[in-house]
């Protein structure tokens, strides 16, 4: 199955700073959505995105649908400890119900 | 009111058995899906099911079969166990695909620990 190219592997960050996180594909999307997961637990859908150049936030989170529908951003404003975890990237094409994974950033926060 | 929840939480077994993982969800949605994650944290999709079609992810060896008694149920069962079968598996649920592409969705189960001895 196909896999997202998602970037960076991992961050280690001070709390307060802004985190970048991307993710590409070699095919166009029509969805992407933005996953956190802690330890333990299911991934949680963070942001959902429909249209190509899209820019969504949900609280500190930002999302933006590449305008190539082939890759998407996520930003994280003022971090802080509970940001801990990792997060994943998904789209979905319009012949499918599939979703593909991004490879995932882990996201260390240091107080 | 847990949204996708999934039986049991962890599940410890030796080689060779067969057991099932169950998943339910009351989201109204209709499709379904398995994920395997593996010790580096990819997901891989195993299965997506609806009341049309099964797709099966072809790397999946056939030891492993999901089935669906109803819409609201996914099952997961595996015959006889191997030791690289050790993995959490997450189950997932999302709106039809003929629904609005903006209620295109996927919600995931809280994931059970399948250890293999």
């Known amino acids: 199955g196909q896999q997202l190219n998602q970037s960076p592997q991992s961050m280690f960050i001070q709390e307060g700073e802004d985190v970048s996180m991307n993710c590409t594909s070699s095919s166009i999307f029509n969805t992407w959505l933005w996953y956190k997961q802690d330890p333990g637990e299911g991934p949680v859908l963070l942001i959902a995105l429909y249209k190509a150049g899209e820019l969504t936030s949900n609280g500190r989170l930002t999302a933006q649908f590449g305008i190539t529908r082939k890759d998407s951003f996520l930003n994280i404003s003022a971090s802080i400890p509970s940001d801990v975890g990792i997060y994943f990237c998904?789209?979905?094409?319009?012949?499918?119900?599939?979703?593909?994974f991004g490879t995932g950033t882990s996201l260390t926060v240091i107080p | 009111d847990t949204a996708v929840s999934q039986t049991p939480k962890y599940l410890v077994t030796q080689m060779g058995n067969d057991k099932s993982i169950k998943c339910e969800q009351n989201l109204g949605h209709d499709t379904m899906y398995w994920y395997k994650q593996d010790s580096k944290k990819f997901l891989k999709i195993m299965f997506s099911y609806n009341n049309k079609e099964l797709i099966i992810n072809e790397t999946v060896p056939n030891r492993f079969s999901p089935k669906s008694p109803d819409k609201a149920h996914l099952n997961l069962h595996i015959n006889s166990l191997e030791l690289g079968d050790s993995a959490v598996y997450f189950c997932?649920?999302?709106?039809?695909?003929?629904?609005?592409?903006?209620?295109?969705?996927?919600?995931f189960g809280p994931g059970t620990r399948l250890t293999v001895l």
């Open positions: 998904a789209g979905q094409s319009n012949t499918g119900n599939q979703f593909y």
């Open positions: 997932a649920s999302s709106p039809n695909q003929d629904r609005p592409q903006n209620l295109n969705e996927q919600f």
